[in-house]
């Protein structure tokens, strides 16, 4: 498999077999532990593609959630591993496969899609009460072991508690167009655990019916239905599944019902043995079972830091891609809004080169720099204008690995004084770097 392995040998550990999947950044294998006999997936991603493709912070976050989720229907991380070039994740091993594969086969029995979602909203509630929130739940993260028990994977979009701004919310678009909350869309801050509520309601949707609530082969039309709320419930849905799924898909996420109600409701308390999480087990969380001679989380992080110099970018997704765009902006089905302070154009350079230009204006305007997360800096005045300090926002987002779009606005300040300091200053030292500008004839 690896160079770093003896034959199909894993560091003198694990028998490794044939690929389960593969992604950009990572291959998944089924092997075996030798010593116990165990079957386990290991995830193998490469370091290098990590540090090209900005994702350090994301396989971080994924190592210190996992840790912090053990729980009977959530996949678990059993150790972290690494050599000079790769990262490997030992994970609880699903025989079952997704929970897509049987989903895509048609609609299933109503006590099967209860047993489902029971499992589901159980271990969604225990992330939400250990502070995580998965952010991109639907059936490809779904899987299935030997006993047809549910466990929830892949928390490479999940985000902390402590990921809120001071405004209390999350403010990173991502997730499944599909499957993703209304106010997630909107790109004005939302509340992970609400939004992680809407996701299991559009699951329950496709458990009992077999296709998506929300689907139209025009994605402006999707997000349009799941602005509003716009679906239909087949004449086969139980009473009890139409009332809850109005109140799970409630557009409005401060009335969208809460887990804790959820979980009171007769037809999901239905067929409960014991524990609340529908297979008779109470959740909770599970002894570390880390080998001894594993190498430490903190040593993984620092591998992975280790002598990079690459800032993260978020990257665009679908939605996050047609939000952006001059022509299908988003905001509109939202709220009503003032002419936008803003301006967006594409470059061919790394994301370093680009925030070293923008340090380069800034200093030369007398703005400071304030450094941000995912690829985001703010540039800020030092002396008192019109209407407070001027401050200006820079987002880096990645389009291909060999495109990024820049989107610079005015986050405070004077506007006309933005305007000119833009048109004299900001723009003209930009064009070293430009490959197009986004709304050119809006620009002059």
């Not at 029971?118 to 939400?128: A, E, G, M, P, R």
């Not at 080169?353 to 800034?362: S, Y």
């Amino acid at each position: 498999m690896e160079s770093e392995n003896k034959g199909n040998v894993l560091m003198l550990k694990y028998e490794v077999g044939r690929m389960l999947g593969k992604g950009t950044f990572a291959k998944v294998y089924y092997a075996r532990n030798l010593k116990t006999s165990q079957s386990v997936a290991i995830k193998v991603i490469e370091k290098d593609k990590v540090m090209m493709g900005g994702l350090n912070d994301q396989i971080k976050r994924e190592i210190s959630v996992m840790r912090l989720v053990r729980h009977p229907n959530i996949v678990e991380l059993y150790e972290v591993m690494a050599t000079k070039s790769k990262i490997y994740f030992v994970l609880e091993y699903a025989k079952g496969g997704e929970l897509f594969d049987k989903v895509a086969k048609g609609k299933l029995k109503e006590d099967v899609a209860r047993k489902y979602f029971k499992q589901l909203i159980t271990s969604v509630d225990f992330c939400h009460s250990r502070g995580v929130y998965h952010r991109d739940l639907k059936p490809e993260n779904i899987l299935l072991d030997e006993n047809e028990n549910l466990k929830i994977s892949d928390f490479g979009l999940s985000a902390l508690a402590e990921s809120r701004r001071q405004d209390g919310l999350l403010h990173t678009t991502c997730g499944t167009p599909a499957y993703v909350a209304p106010e997630v869309i909107s790109r004005k801050g939302y509340d992970g655990a609400k939004a992680d509520i809407w996701s299991c309601g559009v699951i329950l949707f496709v458990l009992m019916a077999g296709y998506l609530p929300f689907h139209d082969p025009n994605l402006m039309e999707v997000y349009r239905k799941i602005r509003k709320a716009e679906f239909k419930c087949p004449n086969w849905f139980p009473l009890e599944v139409r009332r809850l799924l109005v109140r799970i898909l409630d557009p409005n996420p401060n009335t969208r019902i809460t887990i804790t109600k959820i979980m009171e409701i007769p037809w999901f308390r239905k067929g409960i043995d014991g524990g609340m999480n529908g297979n008779g087990k109470e959740p909770q969380a599970e002894t570390d079972r880390r080998e001894t001679n594993a190498v430490s989380d903190s040593q993984i992080i620092n591998m992975i830091e280790k002598g990079q110099d690459i800032r993260k970018l978020m990257n665009l997704n679908a939605f996050g891609l047609i939000s952006l765009s001059d022509g299908f902006d988003l905001s509109g089905m939202f709220e009503e809004t003032d002419h936008k302070r803003e301006t967006r154009f594409i470059s061919s350079q790394p994301a370093y080169t680009i925030i070293a230009k923008l340090e380069e204006i800034a200093s030369f305007i007398k703005l400071k720099v304030k450094k941000k997360d995912c690829g985001r800096l703010e540039m800020e005045g030092t002396k008192l204008g019109k209407r407070g300090v001027l401050a200006i926002d820079a987002e880096i987002f990645e389009l291909t690995p060999l495109f990024n779009l820049v989107e610079m606005r005015k986050a405070s300040g004077d506007t006309l004084e933005y305007h000119e300091l833009w048109k004299q200053d900001i723009r003209p030292a930009l064009n070293d770097i430009i490959w197009a500008w986004q709304g050119e004839q809006q620009q002059h």
